[in-house]
């Protein structure tokens, strides 16, 4: 009787063709999705090591929202790299702390994106200070 219910457990009611069908895709698929997995890790690790700017010191970022956050972050991270940075920041206090902090690369311009005349004078101070290069 106990091997019965064991022959039962294993065979859900004789049909072991359909079970062991099921087995196979199962595991095809996880080994599909392991390959998957596999070939855009190393995709994504190849392109992205190989991803660079050439003549990166000519070129000028102009970044805004740099008073804190990901924008003071990524001002600082990219002076430090050699980029010329113009960076954008609503008060004269984050400007300020910002230049304190980074070397002649990084200038910084006075934007307000909610207003259209600032967004425009930042713009023409980009424009002059990046030249054909930016």
Same mark, same amino acid.
């Given at each position: ?11 859900? $009611? ?7 069908? =099921?087995?196979?895709? #199962? ?11 596999? +070939? ?5 690790? +190849? ?7 050439? $003549? ?10 740099? $008073? ?10 990219? $002076?430090? *790299?050699?980029?010329?940075?113009? #960076?954008?920041?609503?008060? @004269?206090?984050?400007? #300020? ?5 980074? =070397?002649?690369?990084?200038? +910084? ?5 909610? @207003? *259209?005349? =600032?967004?425009? @004078? ?13």
């Amino acid at each position: 009787m106990e091997v019965e219910n064991i022959f039962q457990l294993f065979y859900l $009611d004789g049909n072991i063709g359909l079970q062991w069908e =099921s087995v196979m895709v #199962a595991s095809f698929l996880l080994v599909a999705f392991i390959c998957l997995a596999l +070939t855009m890790y190393l995709l994504i690790r +190849t392109l992205g090591s190989n991803l660079e700017i050439s $003549d990166i010191h000519t070129k000028t970022v102009f970044i805004t929202g740099c $008073d804190s956050g990901f924008g003071n972050h990524l001002a600082k991270t990219l $002076d430090r *790299r050699g980029v010329n940075v113009v #960076a954008g920041c609503l008060t @004269d206090v984050g400007a #300020a702390q910002l230049q304190e902090v980074t =070397s002649s690369r990084l200038t +910084t311009v006075k934007i307000n994106i909610a @207003d *259209r005349e =600032s967004v425009l @004078d930042a713009l023409r101070y980009v424009q002059d200070k990046a030249g054909e290069h930016g």
